[in-house]
């Protein structure tokens, strides 16, 4: 992607997933979102953006944040959101390991409290290093902690896989987190 669609890519992912007031948005109860009137509201706050520019972006983006519905006519986001919307998710058995991805800042905070979702519906796992690992750049040094989701499954917590391959779940107690990789 160009640098302005990474910017407007960033801009649709507060739009979507956190701040969708910003530009003056309603999410309906399932996160989805008049397509035309986000390219309205995008465009008022000063981005170059039409229904081909949209398309690049939700098509292009690596992580697949986004997705259309069958005519194109409504947007969301996959997940991350921090707003209450009820994304239809579907209940899934784990892989025995997955994978977060966070800065060592957090690591005293995962490892008297585990991972918390935060303002977030969802803790989100990886199937991965790899990818852990680029999240956790993203918010400092990154580091990389090992989940055993398949006992947490065993032992009756709930799991869930996004529509572009995120593992979600409520919580993770710390004694699910294996911290030295």
């Not at 390219?39 to 697949?64: C, E, F, H, M, R």
């Not at 519905?69 to 997940?79: E, L, M, P, V, Y």
């Not at 784990?94 to 977030?120: C, M």
Request: without cysteine; proline residues 2%; aromatic residues 6%.
């Amino acid at each position: 992607m160009t640098t302005d669609k990474v910017k407007i890519s960033k801009f649709l992912s507060l739009v979507l997933r956190h701040k969708p007031e910003t530009i003056d948005l309603v999410l309906d109860e399932n996160g989805w979102a008049d397509t035309e009137l986000l390219i309205q509201g995008v465009q008022k706050a000063n981005y170059s953006i039409d229904i081909d520019i949209l398309k690049d972006i939700v098509k292009s983006n690596n992580k697949q944040r986004f997705k259309f519905n069958q005519d194109f006519s409504k947007i969301r986001a996959n997940q991350g959101h921090s707003v209450n919307v009820d994304l239809k998710l579907e209940q899934k058995s784990p892989p025995e390991i997955l994978f977060h991805g966070t800065a060592t800042k957090n690591i005293d905070s995962i490892k008297q409290h585990g991972l918390l979702k935060q303002s977030r519906h969802h803790v989100h796992l990886s199937s991965d290093k790899e990818t852990a690992k680029n999240v956790g750049m993203r918010h400092g040094n990154p580091i990389v902690l090992e989940i055993q989701s398949g006992k947490m499954n065993a032992e009756g917590i709930d799991f869930y896989l996004s529509e572009n391959g995120v593992w979600l779940t409520e919580n993770v107690d710390v004694k699910y987190i294996k911290f030295e990789l």
